[in-house]
Structures are given as structure tokens and as C-alpha cells.
């Protein structure tokens, strides 16, 4: 079978989708707390045939900004989020996505004075997988027997305790679940930092890029792609999907209509706050046009790769809160590919065609009529060029990502071959 594209709807268990100015738009649903609203989207995206229905999440609301979350409440920039959980589809469709969290917020809900320096995050990760991964595999396949007459439910010899004790966790076991019938959940991770991709190579499996163009989009594929292959893993079994924010319409001209109602929505505030979240800085502390001190920029911590990518867009070594915004594109909209099914469909298939990504992370600008018009205009498109799936292929996720099911212990490879590298 032909290359196909794999994709992934970016959902948010919130006020607002990923663009915090989404809850403005005047068809924007403002339910985001019933079940019929993510009912409906899975509905739209089943029907767009969407492997992946992704939830970002986050433990704190955003108050970097001003050490403060009265901008997030009064602006609505993500202002509630929802356990993803509560929405949650299961019998071997689930997937986690693993981060390392982003900021002191977060810290301090969890117990903590302040978030830990980015590497050693990773570090600690690189644990907590193994901790995860090992006991997610103490129960062999087959375990179950359900013998009544015997009066056995399990044999207890397939079934075993991690014993974990490392730097950072100590962790006993036998897990409570049995294993999935995809073996495990798959993997999703996103890290875009040198020490990211790293982490990305060795454990992910959908990798989640959020590169604003071909060139860069192709230089973490191959970096992270690279990664897995010097640790033994097969590049090909790692699909990963690139951002993408479309405006759809019948036509260009009705997509450019759209496109004018979305763009009178965000504001300022929304990437400050957004900035100061994903970097752990307090933007407020700086005037809009004061360029950063190098120390600053070293300082900061969380999504290292939006600073890199601002350093380098901007050709600055000391840019300022306004080039932060200028160039980082958070909370804004100059990203979206806007235009009817041959103009997106052409922006993708040249992306997905030159190697720089194996599919999408569909961001919506407003919910659910971002996804229906992606769905009902961009969809058939790819689907005629013979770039997109007509229709599932398997009951699992992994079938439907032509993922192979993992034998128990399957990780235990790339560990080994990350060991002897350090």
C-alpha cells in the first residue's frame, strides 16, 4: 500500500481549542463542559476518518503572566480544562501522551516549590517511562484463563512485580490491569529541544511537531527520525505529525471570508500569556519592545524550542517580547493555511511528499465548524489523490497506524542501546 498520511484531530477539554480566541468566534459552541459537545466532534472527525482524537493536557491553569490568572479568567485563555479522561475512548483505541510539564504553575499544584531544570526533566522521564512501560508489562499475554472449573482466573506465573528502585522512583507492583489488546497504549511525545528529541527517539511513537515551515518541519524529521534509528528502532514504525491549522471552504474566497472574521480575534494578551506558560517566565516583567537579557533567555525553561525557534527566525540574539509573539505564532492565527480543497490539499501533500512529516495534527480555529469544513472539503481531496485512508483498516489504534503489537519487554531494547550510549 502507498505512503498515507496519518491524522490526528488536536482537541482541547476546554473553554477553547488550542487558539485561545476560539471561544470569540460567533459560531463557536461555548458547551465545551457537556459531553454532547465532544460527542459531536467525535462524530466529525470519525467521519473524516481521523485515526487519533488528541487531548493536550495541562495541571495548572495559565498565571505565569503577572504571577496571576486574572488575564486567563477575564480573556478566557484556556480558563477551565478538563480531566481528558472524563472523555476518554478505551478498548485498545487509547494512546499517552508524554510530557515532562512546562512551568512552575504546574509545580506548585503538584507539591512543588518550582519545576525541575529542563534536562534533568528528561531524565526523570526516561525513568518514569521505564517505571510505566515495566509495569504495564506485568501481565504476559495470555495471563487470563477464566477456568471455572478449575477455579482459576489467572495463571500467577505470568503475572509478576516491577521491584522498581531508581534515582527518582521506587515502585512495586504487579500492576492492576491486564494488558491492552494493543499490547500497550501508543506512545506520543513532542519534544522539539535537542535533549526532546532524544526522548522522542528512544520512547515516542507519534511524535507531535509544531514546525511553522517545510524546511524546519523536514530538520526535526530527520533529527528525531535519526534518533530512533541509532537506537535500534525502526524509523518507519514513527509517525510524525506536523501542526497544522486550516480554513477551509468551498473555495478560496470563502475560505478568505472566513479567514476575515478569524483574524479580528486574538489579542495581544493571548501570547503573552500563552509565552509566559510555555517558557516559565514572567513576560509581564519586561516591556513589549525591551529586548531580553542573555541571561533571561537561558533562564527559561519548559518548551525550549519555542525560544529556539524565536532566536532564529528573528535573526536576534536578544529579541524582544514582541518578536516572541512576531515569530513564535502562539496564540495567533498567521500560521493557518487558508483555501479551498485543492489550495490546503497542495500545502500538504508538499509537506507529507518531501519527508517532513507522515501526517497532521488538525488544529481548529473554532469548534465544531473548523473540523466539519476540514472534513467535508480537504478530506475528499486527499482521499481522490490516494493520500488519505477512505476508511479504518484494523479495531485498534495500532492496526489502524500500521503499527506492529509489541511483545512484552519490546522497550527494553532502546533502553539498552540509550544505557550504552551514556
Request: with cysteine; aromatic share 8%.
Amino acid at each position: 500500500m502507498t505512503r498515507q498520511m496519518v491524522m490526528i484531530g488536536f482537541l482541547q477539554a476546554q473553554n477553547c481549542t488550542n487558539l485561545p480566541c476560539s471561544w470569540r468566534h460567533p459560531e463557536s459552541r461555548d458547551d465545551a463542559h457537556s459531553a454532547d459537545y465532544y460527542q459531536e466532534i467525535a462524530r466529525v472527525l470519525e467521519a473524516g476518518k481521523f485515526h487519533i482524537a488528541f487531548f493536550d493536557d495541562r495541571l495548572a491553569m495559565p498565571d505565569r503572566y503577572g504571577n496571576d490568572h486574572a488575564s486567563t479568567i477575564e480573556y478566557g485563555i484556556r480558563a477551565t480544562k478538563l480531566d481528558p479522561l472524563i472523555v476518554l475512548m478505551t478498548n485498545g483505541r487509547a494512546a499517552w501522551n508524554v510530557v515532562t510539564s512546562v512551568n512552575d504553575g504546574e509545580a506548585l499544584n503538584m507539591g512543588r516549590e518550582e519545576h525541575l531544570a529542563h534536562d534533568l526533566r528528561y531524565d526523570r522521564a526516561d525513568e518514569f517511562m521505564e517505571v510505566v512501560l515495566g509495569h504495564w508489562d506485568t501481565w504476559d499475554d495470555g495471563a487470563i484463563i477464566v477456568d471455572k472449573k478449575a477455579g482459576r482466573y489467572a495463571d500467577p506465573d505470568k503475572v509478576k512485580r516491577l521491584d522498581h528502585r531508581g534515582k527518582f522512583f521506587t515502585s512495586r507492583g504487579p500492576f492492576t490491569v491486564p494488558r491492552s489488546p494493543q499490547g500497550h497504549p501508543v506512545i506520543i511525545q513532542a519534544g522539539a529541544s535537542g535533549r526532546g528529541r532524544r526522548f522522542a527517539g528512544r520512547w515516542g511513537e507519534v511524535i507531535f511537531a509544531a514546525a511553522r515551515s517545510t524546511e524546519l518541519a523536514k530538520e526535526g524529521y530527520q533529527a528525531t527520525k535519526g534518533e530512533a534509528a541509532r537506537l535500534g528502532r525502526d524509523p518507519d514504525q514513527i509517525s510524525i505529525c506536523n501542526i497544522l491549522t486550516p480554513v477551509a471552504g468551498a473555495s478560496r474566497a470563502e475560505a478568505e471570508d472566513k479567514m476575515a472574521t478569524i483574524s479580528k480575534l486574538p489579542l495581544e494578551i493571548d501570547a503573552l500569556s500563552l509565552l509566559a506558560e510555555a517558557l516559565n517566565f514572567d513576560f509581564a516583567s519586561k516591556g513589549i519592545d525591551e529586548p531580553f537579557t542573555t541571561e533571561e533567555l537561558t533562564g527559561m525553561q519548559g518548551m525550549l524550542g519555542i525560544r529556539d525557534v524565536v532566536l532564529r527566525r528573528s535573526g536576534k540574539a536578544n529579541p524582544s517580547a514582541r518578536d516572541f509573539i512576531t515569530y513564535s505564532g502562539r496564540g495567533q492565527v498567521e500560521s493557518a493555511i487558508v483555501g479551498g480543497p485543492k489550495e490546503i490539499a497542495d500545502a500538504m501533500e508538499d509537506m507529507f511528499a518531501s519527508r517532513a512529516c507522515d501526517g497532521f495534527v488538525v488544529a481548529a480555529t473554532h469548534v465544531p465548524g473548523a473540523y466539519a469544513d476540514f472534513v467535508a472539503h480537504v478530506v475528499p481531496e486527499l482521499q481522490r489523490r490516494g493520500l488519505y485512508q477512505k476508511d479504518y483498516t484494523g479495531v485498534t489504534l495500532r492496526e489502524n497506524l500500521g503499527l506492529p503489537r509489541p511483545p512484552v519487554g519490546a522497550w527494553k531494547a532502546s533502553q539498552a542501546a540509550a544505557g550504552a550510549r551514556d
